[in-house]
C-alpha cells in the first residue's frame, strides 16, 4: 500500500559526500516519523538519524556533525546530506516510515528496500 524508493547511493572516498533521498507514495494519509537506518555486513541495523513531521531531529552519536537530515512534507520525501564520510559509513541504508493509510487507522511502519553507500579508504 505504501512504498518507499531510497536512491543516492554509490561509491564514494574518504573525504567526499554523497546525498541520499527517500520518497515515499501510494496509498498515504500521513508521515510522522521518517528516519534513516543502516546496516553494515555482520552488524546490527542501528539509527542514522531521524526526523518528524514537525522537524524535530535525532541523530546517531557516529554521524552527528557530519550527516544533516532533512524533510519535504509536502512530497512526502526524506533526505540525508552525508559529509565527510568515512570508510566506517560503508552500509546499506534503509529508510523508515510512520505511515497511517486512512484516518484512524493505526500507525505502521513502511521499509524501503535499501540503497548501498560504500566509502573507500
Known amino acids: 500500500q505504501v512504498q518507499l524508493v531510497e536512491s543516492g547511493g554509490g561509491l564514494v572516498q574518504a573525504g567526499g559526500s554523497l546525498r541520499l533521498s527517500c520518497a515515499a507514495s501510494g496509498n498515504i494519509y500521513s508521515v510522522n516519523f521518517m528516519e534513516w537506518y543502516r546496516q553494515a555486513p555482520g552488524k546490527q541495523r542501528e539509527l542514522v538519524a531521524g526526523?518528524?513531521?514537525?522537524?524535530?531531529?535525532v541523530y546517531g552519536d557516529s554521524v552527528k556533525g557530519r550527516f544533516t537530515i532533512s524533510r519535504d512534507n509536502a512530497k512526502n520525501t526524506v533526505y540525508l546530506q552525508m559529509n565527510s564520510l568515512k570508510p566506517e559509513d560503508t552500509a546499506v541504508y534503509y529508510c523508515?516510515?510512520?505511515?497511517?493509510?486512512?484516518?484512524?487507522?493505526?500507525?505502521?511502519?513502511?521499509w524501503g528496500q535499501g540503497t548501498q553507500v560504500t566509502v573507500s579508504s
Open positions: 526526523v518528524s513531521s514537525g522537524g524535530s531531529k
Open positions: 523508515n516510515a510512520d505511515v497511517k493509510t486512512r484516518f484512524g487507522s493505526p500507525w505502521y511502519q513502511a
